[in-house]
């Protein structure tokens, strides 16, 4: 190997620094080993985590890709009152963008127009 010039490679051990670490004289101890005192203090403090279900569900491109696609599909077929319910869904569970946001209530408020429609005529 070249020489370095600003001696950041020529670092010198000594090899009696390596024995002394590998012959220390620390107690060797199971890595899982936990003392029942320690058990206690930490079962003690121990609360669960409990969702309260406010978490939305963050959808990533192909889902939001295919949630467009769905509400495409059942609007040809004049599935309005599914697609409605689509709608509601996504918007309550979903963490959505701006642009999906508007997407979404626009085939929801076509739904409900074709439902009066349909109703009235």
Do not use: H
Not at 55 to 71: D, F, S, W
């Amino acid at each position: 190997m070249a020489e370095q010039d600003n001696g950041l490679f020529a670092i010198e051990v000594d090899a009696d620094d390596y024995a002394g670490t590998a012959a220390s004289d620390t107690p060797v101890m199971s890595r899982t080993y936990q003392s029942q005192e320690a058990f206690n203090s930490i079962k003690a403090s121990y609360t669960a985590n409990i969702d309260g279900g406010d978490t939305k569900i963050k959808l990533r491109k192909k889902e939001v890709q295919l949630l467009g696609y769905a509400a495409g599909e059942m609007y040809f077929e004049r599935d309005y009152e599914n697609l409605t319910a689509l709608c509601e869904r996504a918007l309550d569970l979903c963490e959505l963008d701006v642009k999906v946001i508007d997407s979404v209530q626009r085939w929801r408020e076509r739904c409900l127009e074709r439902m009066l429609q349909a109703s009235s005529g």
